[in-house]
């Protein structure tokens, strides 16, 4: 599976932005699907994650509100929407994807086997 993030750039606070991840490799349906980011100097976080079925989104509680992940199985593309940025959304931020992960473990990064490149987003004040 290969997975190829794009759609950072600088943008100003309260900008928007719309990050994609196009997968390829492996059947896209049955792919569970998460953003991660990594901040300079800090640990790799839980973003948002979409289960293979795509019934249910979940959210770390900081982008709630603003942030909306979806996918389109026809493109094997999943997307974030990005709105009103704040500097601490600086980051790079990752896809990642799995064939099997838990509800219970959905926000670790190490349940999942795929990482796309990571595309940098930097929010300025």
């Known amino acids: 599976v290969q997975l190829q993030a794009s759609g950072g750039g600088v943008v100003q606070t309260g900008g928007s932005l719309t990050l994609s991840c196009a997968a390829s490799g492996g059947t896209f349906q049955s792919m569970n699907m998460a953003w991660f980011r990594q901040a300079p100097g800090k640990e790799r976080e839980f973003v948002s994650a979409n289960r293979r079925s795509g019934q249910n989104t979940y959210y770390t509680d900081s982008v709630k509100g603003r942030f909306t992940m979806s996918r389109n199985n026809a493109k094997s593309t999943v997307y974030l929407q990005m709105n009103g940025l704040k500097p601490e959304d600086t980051a790079v931020y990752y896809c990642?994807?799995?064939?099997?992960?838990?509800?219970?473990?959905?926000?670790?990064?190490?349940?999942?086997?795929?990482w796309g490149q990571g595309t940098l987003v930097t929010v300025s004040s």
């Open positions: 990642a994807s799995s064939f099997t992960v838990i509800l219970s473990n959905i926000r670790n990064p190490t349940a999942y086997n795929y």
